[in-house]
């Protein structure tokens, strides 16, 4: 169920307001951090929820707030008041208003238009200290971090994620910190310190993108032109078991000097994970998971990069860039594949 009302998402979008006046992060004592089981009350003319609607609100470490699907994050300081701490969501057309973060004791949450009129308020008690959000599965990560991937993806590739503002709001989709982007079909969602995209030209299943660190880097890089610093990931052990492996990305062909690209997906159910992070064993595992492909010669490998390897209790993932020649019917084919592998473990 949507608890906010999304009537005002489209006007709130078509808005182009002057550049945002630089305003200073708020921090959210530790104190307030917890869930709380909230009420709204005092609804006005416009308000997004009726009297009476209750929600379970987290108040997360660095500020962030779960309610229902959604995920508000990065506070200011409030212009008139010390004692709050303001999160504007642009998509839905609100800012929300938390106080008393001087005193370090949960008041309210005001619910106000993004023209500052009040629209009612949440009040309510904590429950627990607990800070994990149930639809995200976990307790919100670096939410500055994230806010990055959005904000710089939209710079970038502004005609595959069209947002009009800069917006601090997420929704939470299948445990993923999600924004869709409705007149693409788009969607980039991150989940376990990994990006993906979704829909549109990238097809129906998710597309790992990778880490959140170096997708971070080479956003930031796209968009300043600066040169990218790969982000080295740390190496753990890698726990044995049976996994299912996921290759994705894009892979571009050059025939009689002409170059096309297109994605590439592949699954495979049951495989056991790599022996080690070295760049020697992850070709090869790279090697042996394209065998069975089709028009596929795996002795024609050249060129590899291996990167952004990032090991868990239940995952593996890394990033592979390599060089391929086919020939078919006398006609030779370049290829270059940019792609990852995700092992997840059963």
């Known amino acids: 169920m949507k608890l906010f009302n999304r009537s005002l998402v489209a006007a709130a979008m078509l808005l182009s307001g002057s550049a945002a006046l630089a305003q200073t992060a708020a921090t959210i004592p530790a104190s307030m951090q917890g ?17 009476g609607t209750t929600a379970t609100m987290v108040i997360a470490p660095g500020g962030a707030i779960c309610i229902a699907e959604y995920l508000f994050s990065n506070p200011v300081q409030a212009d008139n008041s010390t004692a709050e701490a303001v999160y504007t969501s642009a998509a839905l057309g609100l800012k929300l208003r938390l106080s008393n973060i001087q005193s370090g004791s949960f008041n309210e949450l005001n619910v106000m238009s993004s023209s500052d009129a009040f629209l009612g308020q949440l009040s309510g008690s904590k429950v627990s200290n607990e800070t994990s ?3 995200l599965g976990g307790t919100p990560p670096d939410m500055s971090t994230i806010a990055d991937i959005f904000k710089y993806a939209e710079q970038a590739y502004a005609s595959l994620f069209p947002n009009a503002q800069v917006d601090n709001t997420f929704e939470i989709i299948d445990g993923f910190i999600a ?3 409705a007149s693409t079909g788009t969607y980039i969602g991150i989940r376990n310190g990994t990006v993906y995209v979704l829909g549109g030209e990238f097809g129906n299943q998710p597309v790992t993108i990778g880490t959140v660190a170096n997708t971070r880097a ?16 740390p190496k753990v052990d890698i ?3 049976d996994y299912k492996l996921t290759i994705s990305g894009v892979v571009g062909a050059t025939v009689f000097g002409v170059t096309t690209s297109s994605n590439f997906g592949l699954t495979i159910d049951s495989i056991e994970a790599p022996d080690s992070t070295t760049v020697e064993e992850l070709e090869k595992d790279v090697k042996d998971a394209f065998k069975e492909v089709e028009n596929v010669d795996v002795a024609t490998f050249t060129d590899f990069q291996i990167s952004e390897i990032s090991v868990g209790d239940n995952r593996v993932f890394f990033r592979a860039q390599f ?15 940019n792609i990852t592998y995700e092992y997840l473990k059963k």
């Open 35 to 51: 869930t709380y089981n909230v009420t709204f009350g005092s609804a006005q003319p416009g308000a997004p929820l009726t009297n």
């Open 133 to 135: 959000c149930a639809m």
């Open 179 to 181: 924004r869709s982007y």
């Open 218 to 233: 080479q956003l930031i890089s796209t968009v300043t032109g600066e040169p990218v610093t790969p982000v080295e990931e």
């Open 239 to 241: 726990p044995s078991g």
């Open 323 to 337: 060089k391929a020649t086919t020939t078919s019917s006398g006609v030779t084919v370049n290829q270059s594949y």
